[in-house]
């Protein structure tokens, strides 16, 4: 079993529809859990961060994490095109390197 | 926020050169930077670890005599790439964690083509 699971997609959606991105990870370890967005040929940017379990809301994007299951969420909101992307999830233990997911494929059709 | 500037953006060498890529953190201290390399439509794969004023740890199957990384400063981290092959064609992210309580913020990349 691979450290951090994610489905790769590609994910195709209408504009202004909910978007849900997840991964799934194993080491308990992990207190760190951020989603980044990376589009072609960039860096990932960061888009959230939270420490251990609960929720964060930032605008049209809400993050949630369970570690009791080991499952973390990213939501958006009135999907746009312009966050047509690639979205990573990426976990760490504290001042480790990231673990990351291997990221999903969005595209938001206008 | 916290910003890491990397340069160059995009590179082209002929094989058997050497291409230095730089990253440097603007506005806060980068006491550690990652390094990564990512293949088309594939995730980012940890090279290495630099940490400022010793020596970086590879992961596992990186050459270090190949991908020489310096961590001299605070606010630059470097990473060569030495001997270039078509094969190191590739793109090339630098990262730091920004502070406790922070994220992790990324280079823009380099992308590197080695002909």
């Known amino acids: 079993q691979k450290e951090v699971e994610q489905d790769p997609g590609p994910l195709s959606v209408p504009e202004g529809a909910i978007v849900s991105l997840n991964c799934t990870y194993s080491?308990?370890?992990?207190?760190?859990f951020m989603w980044y967005r990376q589009y072609s040929r960039k860096g990932p940017e960061l888009l959230m961060y939270?420490?251990?379990?609960g929720n964060k809301e930032d605008g049209r994007f809400t993050a949630q994490v369970d570690k009791s299951s080991k499952y973390i969420s990213l939501f958006i909101r009135d999907s746009q095109p312009s966050d047509s992307a690639t979205y990573l999830c990426?976990?760490?233990?504290?001042?480790?390197?990231?673990?990351f997911g291997k990221g999903t494929r969005l595209s938001v059709i206008a | 926020g916290a910003v890491v500037s990397q340069h160059p953006s995009w590179v082209i060498c002929k094989s058997g050169t050497s291409v230095k890529i730089e990253c440097r953190s603007l506005?806060?201290?980068?006491?550690?930077m990652f390094w990564y390399r990512q293949f088309p439509k594939q995730s980012l794969m940890l090279m290495a670890t630099s940490n400022e004023g010793s020596k970086a740890t590879y992961e596992q199957g990186v050459e270090k005599d190949k991908f020489l990384i310096n961590h001299a400063s605070l606010t630059l981290s470097t990473l060569t790439v030495t001997s270039a092959h078509p094969e190191d064609s590739s793109f090339y992210i630098c990262s730091a964690r920004v502070g406790a309580g922070e994220g992790y913020t990324f280079g823009s990349g380099t992308r590197l083509t080695v002909v």
């Open positions: 939270t420490y251990s379990s």
């Open positions: 990426a976990m760490s233990a504290g001042n480790t390197p990231l673990v």
């Open positions: 080491n308990s370890a992990f207190q760190y």
């Open positions: 506005d806060f201290q980068a006491t550690t």
